[in-house]
């Protein structure tokens, strides 16, 4: 038990740095923005640059998380984090930001996936779930302090010291692994898909690029064109080679089992939105609203608070109902709180326009975040329990990335009230895709449908 409790706090230290990376970059890009220049395309560069690598590396890590050990990917990927962290702090310029952020990605590839590997393989399957319901609901406090401490930080001090703050958990998770005994593999060494490696990052660099400038450069510039086209036929070729290669960066037979393929095509919805609709808004509030970065952090809270409270039950909840109606419901509901900040007007009335539609969006994450996590692992064997996790990461970040990218063409040049009711709609229709996904291609676990008929209570939030 002592050792299950460490092997969680590790985890979730681990993702909580990889996490609050994400969470504090949307309150800092304005400033960021400002200091050095791009407008929107730089805003798009800093998130997607992070994305694009992690994304593409993280399935690769997962694999190696496999073959090398969970705790030692872990250990290089928390130095590589802090290395590029500190790059990012102390960037001249745009490019070599965005350089950097895309560095960062590559290392934070190898945290997420390791992370959770270690949680299932330590963890038996009764309480897998919620052993995640509690790493999704404490690695969601990255999003609760992230956006008020880096909102404080930028108002304050600077976007700089976003990034040095990265360092403090680095240290801490560092200090902690040496009290866990390097693990032993849990696969045979294998080959390293070098090849599919590079089909996925010119394949997604090459789209994303397409869909970050085209609003800019023109649809129909060759600058544009040359790299969609060589993106999506790199991606076609992707795909080709991981059906041909013996030893794939990405298994395709994972997407035998049902609730793998299922809901890692959820996730791609799903996370698309929850990528699309908290950058529409924060990036809305400060630059139509007029709020500064400490309160677009404090208006985007609600969410995260839910998540930290009611992850864990909704988690363990899943376990016993099986997972099927909460990753329906879940995503409706989020898609309900997004219509509802459609009520916005010129003058920005947060209290009454859009914080009933974010609190109501929160409970709906809270609804739908562990419960299909556990479901998408609780279809793997946990001998490949890294590249399974780490799959599902990759649709996850890849459906932000593309996510992100296509906000130009969504909402213009400009994130005016015109702009972000569109994002608000795009990010509602995703979220109700995700939803239909999940009824129509999830099933319950056959000891969940007993447990449902035995059970005459459920557990309490604060269980």
């Known amino acids: 038990m002592a050792r299950r409790t460490r092997v969680l706090v590790i985890a979730i230290i681990v993702s909580f740095i990889a996490f609050l990376d994400g969470a504090v970059i949307n309150v800092a890009l304005p400033s960021l923005a400002e200091e050095l220049g791009g407008g929107l395309a730089l805003q798009q560069w800093a998130v997607d640059a992070y994305l ?7 399935l690769l890590a997962g694999s190696l998380s496999d073959s090398f050990g969970r705790a030692r990917m872990i250990r290089i990927g928390l130095y590589g984090f802090g290395v590029t962290s500190i790059a990012c ?31 299932v393989a330590t963890f038996p399957r009764s309480e897998q779930g ?21 909102g404080l930080l930028v108002d304050l001090v600077s976007w700089r010291l976003v990034f040095w703050i990265n360092i403090i958990p680095i240290v801490v998770a560092l200090v902690m692994l040496r009290g ?11 080959p390293i898909d070098w090849v599919g490696a590079a089909l996925c990052v010119v394949g997604l660099g090459g789209t994303v690029f397409a869909l970050i400038e085209g609003e800019r450069l023109g649809w129909d510039s060759p600058f544009v064109l040359v790299p969609l086209i060589g993106g999506v036929l790199a991606l076609g070729l992707f795909v080709w080679w991981e059906r041909r290669t013996p030893q794939p960066m990405l298994p395709l037979g994972l997407f035998k089992a049902r609730n793998f393929a299922a809901g890692n095509l959820a996730t791609l919805f799903i996370y ?5 609709g908290p950058f529409a808004i924060t990036i809305f509030l400060q630059e139509f609203g007029g709020f500064s970065a400490t309160a677009a952090g404090l ?29 329906t419901a879940g995503p409706i509901v989020v898609a309900v709180g997004y219509l509802m900040t459609l009520a916005v007007t010129e003058d920005v009335g947060f209290w009454t326009e859009l914080l009933p539609g974010i609190v109501v969006s929160g409970l709906g994450m809270a609804i739908t975040v562990a419960p299909l996590t556990a479901a998408i692992l609780g279809a793997v064997d946990p001998a490949r329990a890294g590249i399974g996790s780490a799959v599902n990461n990759a649709v996850a970040r890849i459906a932000g990335l593309v996510a992100i990218a296509s906000i130009g063409v ?3 040049s400009t994130l005016d009230v015109e702009g972000y ?13 995700g939803g239909v996904v999940s009824w129509l291609g999830i099933r319950n676990p056959p000891q969940a449908a007993r447990v449902e008929e035995a059970s005459s209570a459920s557990p309490s939030p604060a269980d």
């Open 52 to 58: 694009l690598t992690l994304g593409a590396f993280i």
């Open 89 to 119: 702090a102390m960037a001249p310029d745009g490019v070599f930001f965005v350089i950097a952020r895309a560095f960062q990605g590559a290392a934070g590839a190898l945290l997420v996936p390791s992370s959770l590997a270690l949680i």
């Open 130 to 150: 919620r052993a995640i319901g509690r790493w999704t609901a404490w690695t969601t406090v990255a999003f609760l302090i992230g956006p008020l401490f880096g």
């Open 180 to 190: 866990i005994a390097r693990d032993e593999p849990v696969a045979e060494h294998a």
């Open 272 to 276: 698309a939105a929850f990528s699309l």
């Open 299 to 327: 208006a985007t809270l609600p969410p995260t608070i839910m998540l930290v409270l009611l992850g864990s039950w909704f988690g363990g909840l899943s376990t016993r109902f099986g997972p099927r109606i909460f990753m």
């Open 410 to 412: 969504i909402v213009g």
């Open 421 to 433: 009711e569109r994002a608000a709609i795009a990010t509602a229709a995703l979220l109700v895709v």
